[in-house]
């Protein structure tokens, strides 16, 4: 499990790299929440992976899950969540402004 | 009582934000004063709490009283008291200035999207915990934003999806840095985690290694270091002017948890060792380097004054790289200095712009403007402090800086010749875009427009002024400044007294917690006794019914979790 789990983060964050590396907007965009995914796999593997556990901690009961990673991811989760919401509407404003979605900045328009 | 205080630097805009939009959505004037109101009682709270925090030990507010390191807490010591009274100072300026300038009514929300802003930077500052300084940094990134893209228009628009997405790439990085610390420390209070990381052994701390570098990245994406800055130049020189002079503060915030992580978590005697010096002090120089050139290269004055912050983020860290008590107060001179300047330069840069009309901040022939004399007197004292030269606080400044690094030649020599290279740019802007207007024949058809709808120049330059103000205030109350900062750098040099403040007596208080709370319990059950039994139970009280009641309870809830797990499964 560990193996399927680690390289599942691996290929979503390579995945992810390569996307927002792009010159256009929606691969960007894309390649946020790829990154994200990976970044919420990972937090979550961070309290160290077991099947089957209760995330609580009482008395006589010896294994239990971590429950401060799932707290956290689901912190994290809203939040990258929003701010997909975010990039997403700043895009469709700057592609409606300037008439393309290249994420660059042109020459020109560097200066104002 | 003083304790309570602690969280209200957060919680008074987080309140206001809301009401602005919500209650006072279609009035611009009501939004003005509560905006002035919010901000005028930060300050006043900001002032309070450093006053508060001079006096003694940091002091900390548990929220929802949850014992660390379990709960989230908020710290107060000198550093970060320090920070709340800059960006209170600052953020009341530049409302100021956006109701002076009119900028406010040039599309929804500015004060509302300003108080959020505050909330995120106090939040982050007052924060001990590493978790939740990730998400007050969230707080501030998504109202900066909001206040980036503010009036719209085509490259403002285009640098505020770059800014956006490189700030978005910044947090994934902030939540891999956390989750590896997490793994290998097993929490993420900030004083727990310096305790828990000093007791590593040395042979484990390839992880924790790794989680310090990678933290160290992310810090370095928001306080704009080398070779993490290239979001910068183009974010300031678009962003409204206003705007841009609130994230001088911004760059702080990196900064400020730089400094606050590599002298209390990750200190340089301990794990990790050199590991944040080494990181950081020769980024530094690139630093220090490119931006000052930048001010040299730049072709307008916001390229100039957007590189003048990469410069004094640049010196003020090579102060902080050194991690010695001296270098860092002399480090916390600097960035009050370069906070103030840095948002006066952006604010006269916006006064010029707006009278420029047609021109811009393009090094370009312009006619003369309205109001010309005065923002040239401003622009000479700005870059004068900026630059370093004598008699405004920049000067001070590095002089600490070179002082405290003494023998370090490569350092001084990099910090004076880069001092030079920006008095000639400065020289240059300053020349080109004021003094060339006496030369330039104005035709009577194409002059400079007066400042579109500001509704009060006169306040958008006061406001100005007191940031200038603000310099010179800092130059002459140098003595009692540094000898203030000296204190608080003596205080982050020695961790114990955070981590004291934080955890010290955590478990008696948990316990006392758990023993009152077993005491109302158990008078609540003597009532009840008393009251089926005829006030016969007068005399259990105290020690006899708690230590029944407690472990009744327990295998209450046992059964009670134990019926709730097996009601499913009867279901099914």
Same mark, same amino acid.
């Given at each position: 499990m560990e193996v399927l789990v680690a390289s599942a983060i691996g290929v979503l964050t390579a995945a992810g790299i390569y996307m927002i590396l792009r010159l256009r907007t929606f691969p960007v965009v894309v390649g946020m929440s790829l990154l994200s995914y990976a970044v919420n796999v990972f937090l979550f593997a961070t309290g160290r992976l077991v099947i089957n556990q209760p995330p609580i901690l009482r008395d006589g009961v010896t294994s239990y899950t971590d429950p401060i990673p799932q707290a956290l991811v689901l912190t994290a989760i809203v939040i990258s969540f929003g701010m997909t919401a975010v990039v997403v509407m700043l895009a469709l404003g700057a592609f409606i402004e300037a008439g393309n979605d290249r994420i660059d900045l042109e020459e020109e328009e560097d200066g104002q | 009582m003083m304790e309570h205080w602690i969280i209200a630097p957060v919680l008074i805009p987080a309140m206001l934000a809301p009401l602005i939009v919500l209650w006072m959505r279609y009035d611009l004037v009501t939004q003005r004063v509560a905006s002035i109101l919010g901000m005028s009682a930060l300050l006043v709270l900001a002032i309070v709490l450093m006053v508060s925090a001079s006096m003694g030990p940091p002091e900390v507010y548990r929220l929802g009283n949850w014992e660390p390191p379990y709960g989230i807490v908020l710290v107060l010591d000198r550093l970060s008291a320090l920070m709340l009274l800059l960006t209170s100072i600052l953020g009341l300026v530049i409302v100021l200035y956006a109701i002076g300038s009119g900028w406010d009514k040039r599309g929804w929300h500015f004060h509302s999207l300003m108080q959020f802003q505050m909330m995120g930077i106090n939040g982050a500052f007052l924060t001990g915990d590493a978790f939740n300084l990730f998400v007050f940094f969230e707080v501030l990134l998504i109202a900066s934003y909001g206040l980036m893209i503010h009036g719209g228009g085509r490259a403002r628009l285009k640098s505020g999806v770059q800014y956006v997405v490189y700030n978005l790439a910044g947090s994934t990085l902030f939540l891999f840095a956390l989750g590896t610390i997490y793994a290998t420390a097993g929490t993420l209070n900030m004083a727990d985690l310096a305790v828990k990381v000093a007791e590593m052994p040395t042979?484990?701390? !390839?992880? %924790?290694?790794?989680? !310090? !570098?990678?933290?160290?990245?992310?810090?370095?994406?928001?306080?704009?270091l080398v070779p993490l800055q290239f979001w910068l130049p183009a974010t300031y020189t678009n962003a409204p002017g206003p705007v841009a002079a609130l994230f001088a503060i911004m760059t702080k915030v990196g900064t400020y948890a730089i400094v606050r992580v590599y002298t209390l978590i990750f200190p340089i005697t301990g794990t990790i060792g050199t590991l944040a010096h080494d990181i950081l002090l020769p980024s530094a120089f690139l630093t220090i380097a490119i931006g000052m050139i930048g001010i040299l290269g730049a072709r307008d004055m916001g390229r100039t004054v957007a590189y003048?912050? %990469?410069?004094?983020?640049?010196?003020?860290?090579?102060?902080?790289?050194?991690?010695t008590q001296g270098a860092t107060s002399a480090g916390l001179y600097y960035m009050i200095h370069s906070t103030l300047t840095a948002g006066a330069m952006f604010l006269i840069a916006d006064l010029v712009r707006e009278r420029r009309g047609r021109w811009g901040l393009g090094f370009t022939d312009a006619p003369l403007m309205k109001n010309h004399g005065l923002m040239a007197g401003m622009f000479f004292m700005g870059a004068i402090a900026m630059a370093g030269m004598p008699p405004l606080s920049g000067f001070l400044g590095k002089l600490m800086i070179l002082d405290a690094t003494r023998g370090q030649w490569a350092l001084w020599a990099t910090v004076l010749v880069t001092s030079l290279i920006a008095i000639v740019g400065y020289a240059r802007a300053g020349s080109q875009v004021f003094w060339r207007s006496y030369a330039v024949e104005a035709e009577e058809d194409d002059l400079p427009p007066a400042p579109k709808d500001a509704s009060s120049p006169g306040l958008a330059f006061t406001a100005t002024?007191?940031?200038?103000?603000?310099?010179v205030a800092l130059t002459a109350l140098a003595g009692p400044a540094s000898t203030w900062l000296q204190g608080t750098s003596a205080q982050l040099f020695t961790p114990s007294q955070y981590i004291d403040a934080v955890l010290a007596g955590a478990e008696e208080r948990a316990q006392e917690a758990a023993r009152i709370g077993a005491h109302e319990h158990g008078h609540m059950e003597v009532s009840e006794e008393m009251q089926a039994e005829d006030g016969h139970g007068g005399d259990a009280n105290a020690a006899d019914p708690h230590a029944d009641t407690q472990p009744a309870d327990q295998t209450d809830t046992h059964t009670g979790t134990e019926t709730g797990q097996d009601a499913p499964a009867a279901a099914h």
């Amino acid at each position: 499990m560990e193996v399927l789990v680690a390289s599942a983060i691996g290929v979503l964050t390579a995945a992810g790299i390569y996307m927002i590396l792009r010159l256009r907007t929606f691969p960007v965009v894309v390649g946020m929440s790829l990154l994200s995914y990976a970044v919420n796999v990972f937090l979550f593997a961070t309290g160290r992976l077991v099947i089957n556990q209760p995330p609580i901690l009482r008395d006589g009961v010896t294994s239990y899950t971590d429950p401060i990673p799932q707290a956290l991811v689901l912190t994290a989760i809203v939040i990258s969540f929003g701010m997909t919401a975010v990039v997403v509407m700043l895009a469709l404003g700057a592609f409606i402004e300037a008439g393309n979605d290249r994420i660059d900045l042109e020459e020109e328009e560097d200066g104002q | 009582m003083m304790e309570h205080w602690i969280i209200a630097p957060v919680l008074i805009p987080a309140m206001l934000a809301p009401l602005i939009v919500l209650w006072m959505r279609y009035d611009l004037v009501t939004q003005r004063v509560a905006s002035i109101l919010g901000m005028s009682a930060l300050l006043v709270l900001a002032i309070v709490l450093m006053v508060s925090a001079s006096m003694g030990p940091p002091e900390v507010y548990r929220l929802g009283n949850w014992e660390p390191p379990y709960g989230i807490v908020l710290v107060l010591d000198r550093l970060s008291a320090l920070m709340l009274l800059l960006t209170s100072i600052l953020g009341l300026v530049i409302v100021l200035y956006a109701i002076g300038s009119g900028w406010d009514k040039r599309g929804w929300h500015f004060h509302s999207l300003m108080q959020f802003q505050m909330m995120g930077i106090n939040g982050a500052f007052l924060t001990g915990d590493a978790f939740n300084l990730f998400v007050f940094f969230e707080v501030l990134l998504i109202a900066s934003y909001g206040l980036m893209i503010h009036g719209g228009g085509r490259a403002r628009l285009k640098s505020g999806v770059q800014y956006v997405v490189y700030n978005l790439a910044g947090s994934t990085l902030f939540l891999f840095a956390l989750g590896t610390i997490y793994a290998t420390a097993g929490t993420l209070n900030m004083a727990d985690l310096a305790v828990k990381v000093a007791e590593m052994p040395t042979e484990q701390t !390839a992880l %924790i290694k790794v989680g !310090a !570098a990678l933290l160290m990245l992310v810090f370095a994406v928001k306080a704009a270091l080398v070779p993490l800055q290239f979001w910068l130049p183009a974010t300031y020189t678009n962003a409204p002017g206003p705007v841009a002079a609130l994230f001088a503060i911004m760059t702080k915030v990196g900064t400020y948890a730089i400094v606050r992580v590599y002298t209390l978590i990750f200190p340089i005697t301990g794990t990790i060792g050199t590991l944040a010096h080494d990181i950081l002090l020769p980024s530094a120089f690139l630093t220090i380097a490119i931006g000052m050139i930048g001010i040299l290269g730049a072709r307008d004055m916001g390229r100039t004054v957007a590189y003048a912050v %990469i410069g004094s983020v640049g010196t003020m860290m090579l102060a902080f790289a050194q991690f010695t008590q001296g270098a860092t107060s002399a480090g916390l001179y600097y960035m009050i200095h370069s906070t103030l300047t840095a948002g006066a330069m952006f604010l006269i840069a916006d006064l010029v712009r707006e009278r420029r009309g047609r021109w811009g901040l393009g090094f370009t022939d312009a006619p003369l403007m309205k109001n010309h004399g005065l923002m040239a007197g401003m622009f000479f004292m700005g870059a004068i402090a900026m630059a370093g030269m004598p008699p405004l606080s920049g000067f001070l400044g590095k002089l600490m800086i070179l002082d405290a690094t003494r023998g370090q030649w490569a350092l001084w020599a990099t910090v004076l010749v880069t001092s030079l290279i920006a008095i000639v740019g400065y020289a240059r802007a300053g020349s080109q875009v004021f003094w060339r207007s006496y030369a330039v024949e104005a035709e009577e058809d194409d002059l400079p427009p007066a400042p579109k709808d500001a509704s009060s120049p006169g306040l958008a330059f006061t406001a100005t002024g007191i940031l200038l103000a603000g310099s010179v205030a800092l130059t002459a109350l140098a003595g009692p400044a540094s000898t203030w900062l000296q204190g608080t750098s003596a205080q982050l040099f020695t961790p114990s007294q955070y981590i004291d403040a934080v955890l010290a007596g955590a478990e008696e208080r948990a316990q006392e917690a758990a023993r009152i709370g077993a005491h109302e319990h158990g008078h609540m059950e003597v009532s009840e006794e008393m009251q089926a039994e005829d006030g016969h139970g007068g005399d259990a009280n105290a020690a006899d019914p708690h230590a029944d009641t407690q472990p009744a309870d327990q295998t209450d809830t046992h059964t009670g979790t134990e019926t709730g797990q097996d009601a499913p499964a009867a279901a099914h």
